[in-house]
């Protein structure tokens, strides 16, 4: 009786894993461990105080998860941008940033705003593309700016 209830048992646990081979339940092979990442934010104005500005960041090369941001050197964009979570879950991000402070407590030229830190699945090397939305001065006008993304943790 059983030796009769292990032939079944068995019987049974190898129809139980046919059936699962067959709908597509493989053993999963290891995938290379994550990495973290980050992404400086810098912007150039010339010799324009940069009073405001908003950045649109997205991966174009490789999958990433944004998974903090942080704020610049600059006292006056030391604290983070407002962000835009929903855009943050697919792999871009659209930051922005203002300082009320007068032209003399602004930045000018190269500020670093912003560290973006990701995470990058597996052995890829991402990509990144910047565009500048809006950048302004302590009055409100529109200045002339480029966006500058480092990767890496060089400052």
């Not at 983070?80 to 402070?101: C, E, G, H, K, T």
């Not at 705003?113 to 090397?125: F, L, R, W, Y």
Request: proline share 7%; with cysteine; net charge negative.
């Amino acid at each position: 009786m059983k030796r009769g209830m292990m032939m079944t048992c068995g019987l049974l646990s190898m129809l139980l894993l046919a059936a699962l081979c067959e709908r597509g339940f493989a053993i999963r092979q290891a995938e290379p461990p994550a990495r973290f990442e980050t992404v400086s934010v810098f912007v150039e104005t010339g010799e324009a105080p940069l009073a405001a500005w908003q950045l649109d960041i997205s991966a174009t090369a490789g999958t990433v998860r944004i998974v903090g941001i942080e704020g610049g050197d600059h006292p006056a964009y030391s604290e983070p941008p407002y962000y835009d979570p929903l855009a943050m879950q697919q792999d871009r991000v659209i930051i922005a940033a203002f300082s009320l402070n007068g032209p003399e407590a602004l930045p000018s030229g190269r500020t670093r705003v912003a560290t973006i830190h990701v995470q990058i699945p597996g052995d890829v090397e991402p990509e990144f593309e910047a565009k500048i939305d809006a950048a302004a001065d302590h009055d409100g006008e529109f200045i002339d700016a480029e966006v500058v993304l480092q990767i890496g943790t060089d400052k």
